[in-house]
């Protein structure tokens, strides 16, 4: 794609191989407030993929969509070629999809450590030994360690959440994530609430976890600071009210006259490609 | 949530519950007429409307205090209680020969003022500094209700008081369809449906009731509109605190003033209070009136059929645990 | 390399965990086997009767006899090397570490084990006849089912953090379970005892799967409600002829459980029970399901989005809880030989919920300190006057008055009870003594 092109959508190149998760038609409303309307949305495995637009776009609400925290009104979600629509939240972390959140969603009064240690013993198989000490279970302790090693929280992992600040929640956040083990990331504006020289280094550890398992994770990654978007992702979709109103890859979406006259604008126009 | 979506929700789920309210009192209606001739009907609804509306006087405070604070003020019977207490006080102690509507009017307005009082200085000393911690609150208010029913029961004795005279205008039994009914009964009935407008139109019409509304749906907004929240929550507290103290005093000269009477009718007013949904001043209202009707309906059947009056608890029992099984939140309750 | 998992401290297992347990069973068991062994019993007795009828003859007597002594000398000497090992900076010896850690509650154990002989040896009474040690045995039957029933509600309550104001009913389907299965259907005491605990499995398996998906606060007055049905169902004069109405019911008990006759067996059996539920709540809430019980009650919607049912955790916490509430119940049964609406009024939910609070929510000790604490306190002082401002007042008469400015005033001043406030004191003085010394 060369500078220069504008106007219309550009024709969507299918991916290689079937989406590994795409919504039809996929609907939220409110009453009469049409919060997410109609969305077709494909994911491509392995791909890093942002999703930005206005405050009010419905992008936190597409992304409880996807994972299960709420129920469609109508429209499907289809993962694998499976239609998981109305599976129950909880099965949602068994097939894969991680969802880390726009204000920080852990468990305050445990330790950092614990916190981690919850996230990987969830998809275990020892959840109901009721009675055998919590700390006989290594695994789950060792992969909370490597993980909050990896995200640079294993100084703090005896620490009560509560009493950390907020860029070391944030990566707590991540690191909840990783200790899972997801294929899928949901990444709801992980960036949120960080100072602005924080921004860059918590970016390339997000791209780094993405970048690194044997299989590269696929990221969906709802974010409002631009430069990170751009120079980050594989594609991008652009929501405005609830809708989906352009998708493609960073060029494209940058060369793209109506998502650029809709509220790009001044945000963009002091970036380069 | 906006208000505009929340009101669109509201009104399905408001429609369907407000017509299985009005079907259920049909059958009710239905199940009476069946059963007993008119004259034993008509007091069967009287005696359900007047129940109803001591339930109401109890829950009113219950909902909007909820609603608005989020606090479930288990010290609400022990304010019907005082205010019965408070009244019998003032009563009694004005000078031989003083009319005795005098003396009524004066217990009427020392105790709705009393209990009014006695709730703002609840609120602002106790409840204040727990409304981070709401289950503490909830521990703390059912201390409260022990407190005072045990210092009632220590000044005054555990055996209750005769009760007060009512203007002899009110003291009188009037014909119904071949049965007779207290006028005093019908007052309190009266009293109850005066309030409920009373309360009704405060919230819908004035400035103040906007604002408690507003401060239900979201009282942080309300807050950062720059409105005192905190003399709002005290003030609605107290007005809870009035309401059932007022209902206390009212039905005074009918049952009398005895330290467990606030807890008799907790229960039922909690049991009012969810079934209306709790944060809902109109489902209070109209639960109450379901409830009491429900129960004067079964008191009748039991007593008529099985000698005893057990169905009558039970069945306000029953139907709460039916509703809250098909409307987790109750009938009129809000899904937060 | 150290992994980072190396810089946390495991906990001591392995071989020196069951030291100090074991120490304990043999100090148990010790001195009635010797007892045994010196005591004199009728000749033409063999077997187990005469095992027993010797003990009885030496730990029958009155005041200090050499039953008594053993065990009082035992919790004496555990208490004080307890007290030693506390001296000792920790982890030097795994012996000290093994007390610093168990030592306490252990002592605890061992004084209510000889607490029957050490009132017997202040009175100058008898474990087993009528008199003061006797009288005092059943105020602390009383507080060891109370005890359990509270170790039960703060699994609910304290643990996944769920609200619950039907508790009652559990503890009443206990009683009048097992008086019911005694009385009309004639079963013998452990099917009783089994049916009983099946129901309020039952019970709790069918709260849960109908009302769980009721939130919060609903879900408490549901289950107020749900209590209060079982209230007015025990009460009600239509089923007088099973139930017995308001006034209750009795029913005949097999004589080696007859509090009594025999209410020293009644007393260990108490003691037995109230440690095994301590031990079982321990054990769960220390174990991966326990942990998730935890998570739940700080952000169960999280818990959720990890892949954790939620459902499923709150349910078995419910039906544990349940069960164990109904072995209370069945104890309460059993020692009265009877039951009454009262085992199912709101007090059997108002009154764990009061003992865990001023014990502490959330600490496995809390609860039986609270209920200790309460019901020892209203029985010893019963009879007091204490004249204030000028009016006399009654603790006994005016007890509920108390545990209502009780209520107030932890809710306000203490909410993490005593064993938590305790926690925190000891958290901040060895806090200052780390800091303090020079660092390892």
């Known amino acids: 794609m060369s500078e220069g092109e504008t106007g219309q959508l550009p024709l969507e190149i299918s991916p290689p191989a079937a989406p590994i998760l795409e919504t039809q038609g996929l609907s939220r409303y409110f009453g009469g407030l049409k919060a997410v309307d109609g969305v077709d949305f494909k994911l491509s495995s392995g791909d890093f993929h942002s999703i930005i637009g206005p405050n009010g776009a419905g992008k936190t609400t597409f992304l409880n969509l996807l994972s299960g925290v709420l129920k469609p009104t109508q429209g499907k979600v289809i993962f694998k070629g499976q239609d998981i629509t109305h599976l129950p939240a909880h099965r949602i ?18 330790t950092v450590l614990e916190n981690v240690r919850l ?69 709801d504006e992980p960036t949120a609430g960080l100072a602005t020289e924080q921004v860059p280094e918590f970016m390339s550890l997000v791209k780094e976890v993405a970048a690194s398992a044997q299989n590269r994770k696929t990221v969906v990654l709802v974010e409002h600071n631009m430069s ?26 940058a060369a793209n006259q109506t998502v650029q006259e809709a509220y790009l604008g001044s945000l963009y126009s002091d970036l380069d490609i | 949530m906006s208000l505009q979506t929340a009101t669109v929700l509201r009104s399905n789920t408001f429609r369907s519950s407000l017509l299985f309210s009005a079907a259920f009192i049909a059958l009710l209606v239905l199940v009476n007429f069946a059963l007993f001739n008119p004259g034993q009907v008509s007091v069967v609804v009287l005696s359900g409307l007047y129940q109803g509306m001591l339930f109401f006087l109890v829950s009113a405070g219950f909902s909007i205090v909820f609603g608005l604070l989020d606090v479930l003020n288990l010290a609400q019977g022990s304010f019907f209680m005082l205010g019965a207490y408070i009244g019998f006080a003032v009563y009694g102690s004005f000078p031989e020969g003083t009319p005795v509507w005098a003396r009524f009017m004066a217990a009427i307005m020392a105790a709705t003022l009393g209990g009014g009082l006695l709730g703002a200085l609840t609120e602002s000393a106790l409840i204040r500094p727990l409304y981070a911690r709401p289950v503490f609150q909830i521990v703390l208010t059912f201390g409260l209700g022990i407190v005072f029913t045990e210092l009632v029961r220590a000044i005054y004795g555990p055996a209750g008081l005769i009760p007060i005279q009512p203007p002899a205008a009110l003291d009188t039994t009037f014909p119904i369809l071949g049965a007779r009914f207290e006028t005093y009964r019908v007052f309190i009935i009266v009293v109850g449906a005066v309030l409920m407008a009373a309360i009704l139109l405060l919230l819908q019409r004035t400035r103040i009731g906007i604002i408690i509304r507003a401060g239900v749906q979201d009282s942080e907004m309300v807050q950062a509109l720059g409105i005192n929240i905190r003399r709002i929550f005290t003030l609605v507290f107290a007005l809870g605190c009035a309401v059932a103290a007022l209902g206390g005093i009212t039905a005074a000269p009918y049952l009398g003033a005895f330290p467990s009477m606030g807890d008799q009718f907790l229960l039922s007013a909690v049991i009012v209070v969810v079934l209306g949904g709790m944060s809902s001043f109109e489902g209070t209202v109209i639960a109450s009136i379901l409830v009491g009707l429900t129960r004067a309906t079964a008191e009748q059947i039991s007593l008529q059929y099985l000698q005893t009056p057990v169905l009558a608890s039970l069945s306000i029992l029953l139907i709460m645990i039916v509703v809250l099984l098909v409307r987790p939140s109750g009938l009129f309750g809000r899904e937060n | 390399m150290q992994t980072p998992g190396a810089l946390y401290e495991q906990p001591n297992r392995a071989s020196h965990k069951g030291f100090l347990p074991g120490i304990l069973l043999a100090a148990l068991l010790a001195p009635p086997l010797i007892a045994a062994i010196r005591g004199q019993a009728p000749p033409d007795v063999s077997g187990f009767e005469h095992f027993t009828r010797s003990l009885a003859e030496v730990a029958c007597a009155d005041g200090l006899n050499l039953v008594g002594s053993l065990y009082i000398a035992e919790t004496i000497l555990l208490g004080m090397l307890t007290a030693v090992a506390f001296a000792f900076p920790p982890g030097k010896h795994p012996v000290f570490t093994a007390l610093r850690n168990q030592g306490a509650l252990l002592s605890a154990l061992l004084l209510l084990i000889a607490m029957p002989f050490v009132i017997a040896w202040g009175t100058d009474s008898s474990i087993c006849e009528r008199g003061k040690s006797f009288f005092w045995q059943s105020v602390f039957i009383e507080a060891f089912i109370l005890a359990a029933l509270a170790i039960s509600y703060n699994l609910i309550f304290g643990f996944i953090g769920v609200i619950s104001f039907g508790h009652a009913a559990f503890f009443g389907a206990g009683a009048y379970g097992v008086g019911l299965l005694i009385h009309h259907l004639e079963w013998p005491l452990g099917s009783a005892v089994l ?4 129901v309020s499995v039952a019970m709790g398996v069918f709260v849960s799967v109908i009302a769980l998906r009721i939130r919060g606060l609903y879900f408490a007055i549901f289950t107020l409600v749900f209590a209060e049905i079982f209230f007015v169902l025990a009460q009600n004069r239509i089923m007088v002829n099973i139930t017995g109405a308001e006034d209750g019911f009795t029913f005949a008990v097999p004589d080696w459980i007859n509090a009594t006759k025999n209410r020293i067996t009644f007393y260990y059996l108490g003691l037995a029970y109230l440690v095994g539920a301590f031990l079982l709540v321990r054990q769960i809430v220390n174990s991966p399901t326990g942990r998730v019980m935890h998570a739940i009650r700080d952000n169960e919607d999280r818990a959720i989005m990890l892949g954790y049912n939620t459902f499923t955790y709150k349910m078995l916490a419910i039906v544990l809880a349940g069960t164990l509430a109904c072995g209370a119940g069945i104890l309460r049964g059993l020692l009265n030989k009877g039951a009454s609406p009262s085992v199912l009024s709101i007090s059997f939910t108002m009154d764990p919920l009061l003992m865990t609070l001023i014990g502490g929510a959330g600490t496995f000790i809390g609860p039986v300190i609270g209920a200790f604490l309460l019901h020892l306190v209203e029985q010893a002082l019963r009879d007091t006057v204490i004249p204030i401002a000028g009016i006399e007042i009654n603790i006994g008469e005016r007890w509920f008055l108390i545990l209502g400015v009780i209520f107030i005033v932890i809710v306000i001043a203490f909410p993490t009870g005593i064993a938590g406030t305790l926690q925190s004191w000891w958290n901040k003085w060895t806090a200052r003594r780390n800091a303090r010394a020079p660092s390892r």
Do not use: C
């Open chain 1, 228 to 253: 990170v978007v751009m120079s980050l992702s594989d594609r991008i979709s652009v929501m405005h009210q609830g809708r989906l109103l352009a998708e493609g890859t960073p060029a494209e979406i």
């Open chain 1, 93 to 110: 972390a068994h097939l894969g999809i991680g969802r880390s959140y726009q204000i920080t969603n852990v468990f305050p009064n445990l």
């Open chain 3, 195 to 198: 049916g009983a605990l099946l």
């Open chain 1, 119 to 187: 996230a990987a013993q969830a998809l275990g198989r020892d959840n109901f030994k009721l009675l055998t000490h919590y700390q006989r279970f290594d695994v789950y302790i060792q992969r909370a360690w490597r993980v909050l090693e990896r995200v640079g929280l294993a100084g703090v992992g005896h620490s009560l959440v509560s009493s950390l600040p907020h860029g070391d929640k944030r990566r707590l956040e991540l690191a909840m994530l990783l200790a899972q083990d997801n294929e899928i990331l949901l990444l």
